[in-house]
Every structure is written in C-alpha cells, then in structure tokens.
C-alpha cells in the first residue's frame, strides 16, 4: 500500500522539521544577534545604505567559502584548498577581464575553472576512493603553484566599472549573496540535492536505495569549486588587482565558520543557514573587536574562546538531556 502526502500535509510538515534542525544551533544565532547588536552600537553607521554595503562586501567571501566548505562536510569530506581555489580565482578573473575575453569571458573563465577542479577532486576522491583531507592537501600546492604561475606577484586589474558595482557604495553582495541562497534552495530540490544528506549520513544504505551517492558527492566538490573561485573573483573586484596568495587565510576560517554552524565532520549533520550564521559571526568578531581597539593577539584569543562556547554550548545542552 502506497501512502500519498498531500502538499498541505506536506506543509504542515515543513516548518516543524526546520525548527527541529535549527535545535543544534541556537546558541549560536543569539551569539550572532549579540554582536550585531553589539556592532550597531559601535558603528551607528551600518544602518545607512553605505555602511550595510561596505558589511556585506567583508562578509560576502567568507560566506562564500563557508558555503562551500560546508557543502563538503555534509557529504563527509573536507577541502584543504579552499584558500587556493580563492587565489586561482583572483588571479584569473585579474589577468583575463582586461584582456581580449572581458569581464564575460573572465567570468566563465572563473566559474569553469572552479568546477572544474572541483569535480575533478571529487571524481579523485570518489572512484578511487583515497582520503579528501590528502587529496586536498596536496591539490592546494598544486593550485597555489598555479596561481603563482599565473601572476608570481599581485598585479592585474579589474575593471573599475566592476569594482565600482561589487564593491561600491550599492549592496550588490548582499543581492549576489540572497541570489545564492535561493539557487541552493533550488538545488536541494534536484535528484542530486536530495541525495547530498543521506551521501553524507548514511552512504551505504542510500546507495542500496537507490540514491545516487558517487554523483551527489562529485557534483558537491564541482560546485565547493565554483564558489571558491566566485569568492576570489570578488575579492579581486574588491581590492582591484589579483593577489597569488590572497587567499591563504580562507581555509581555517571556512572550516571555523562550518563548524560554528553546526556541521558535522563525519557527514549528513547541520544545515547551510548555519554555516552562513558562523560565517557572519566570525566577520563580526573581527569588527567588533577592532573597534574596541583589541590588538591582534588579544583578537585572536577572543575568537578562539568564542567558537569554542559557541561550539560547546550545544554539547552541553545533549549532555544534560
């Protein structure tokens, strides 16, 4: 006997299923609207249209490569080339948007190359099976060496029209960013988004069901490609130039900013709203931080003890239970 749920059941069902994912990480939206309190207290100046731009534009690679760290944790990997794939990103997007190809072409240049990498790394890790830790390890000095073949100092330019549109006074990162948002939502709803989940929790029993596990977590690293290398287009448009190693600190911090969110090394656990939630936090701190005239090793102490109660907190909580 076959069950059928109808859309209204079916609604009724969706937002009791979204609270109950979003138990995990709590805790960490309260952190966030503290600091963004916190934020708006000490530069009045983020409720003008200005201000929320210049924020959203120093938050917008973060999130980026949070999403797309976060998207490889779901499927149970990890990429240690995130910052690589930031600076290949600017590099290309520097060298090729003044050039014969134009911003058009630079910009498929970009994307192309993204999930390019990307799904090869994932076919690398996929079929033949060997530890995405490893794989992107050592396909992050390969990458970086290529950046740095590309341009072995900063150097190139983006077209100040760019520039100017990305990473002017409009808060076009925060349109680009809502924009990426509604294409994951889009995606979740595809065969393969579906199967992102159950590749992660349960790989074994989903391929028994039928669930196309080897494509869910191919296609995962060909788009954790494309959004690192989008993130280090914006960057370029931000700064103007390319930078080879513009990009190295990217890395721990989508990791930090995943795990802040509630995703879970070992797969199938967490949701991408928290891995944005964790990203705004850490762009949060640091501004906070400079504002209150922290210096850098005070800065970096505080982040560490933050994330580290924001992490614990929810552990705690099961504890207790």
Known sequence: MSTVVSSSQAGALYWPVQLRRNVGVRSL??????????????????????????????????????????????????????????????????????????????????????????????????????????????????????????????????????????????????????????LWKLYLATPLGLSLYAAGENPVGAYRSGVPVDGARIAAYAISGLLCTGAGLFVAAQTGSGDPVIGTAFTLNSIAAAVLGGIGFLGGQGTMRGALAGSLLLSLMISVMFFLGFTPVAQYVAQGLIIIGAVAIPQFRKVQQ
């Open 29 to 182: 939206f309260a952190v966030v609207l503290a600091f963004l309190v916190a934020y708006g207290v000490l530069f009045p100046g983020l409720l003008t249209a200005s201000g929320f731009a210049k924020f959203t534009q120093s938050w917008f690679p973060l999130a980026l490569v949070a999403m797309a760290q976060a998207i490889l944790m779901l499927t149970g990997g990890i990429s240690l080339a995130i910052g690589a794939m930031v600076s290949l990103g600017a590099v290309i997007a520097a060298t090729t948007m003044i050039g014969p190809l134009g911003v058009a072409g630079g910009t498929a240049a970009v994307a192309l190359t993204g999930i390019g990498i990307g799904a090869a790394t994932g076919f690398i890790v996929v079929k033949l099976r060997l530890p995405a830790i490893v794989v992107t390890l050592a396909g992050s000095f390969i990458i970086g060496g290529a950046a740095l073949l590309i341009l072995p100092r900063p150097g190139g330019a983006i077209p100040e029209w760019l520039s100017d549109l990305l990473a002017g006074n409009r808060p076009a990162a925060f349109v680009l960013l809502v924009l990426v948002v509604l």
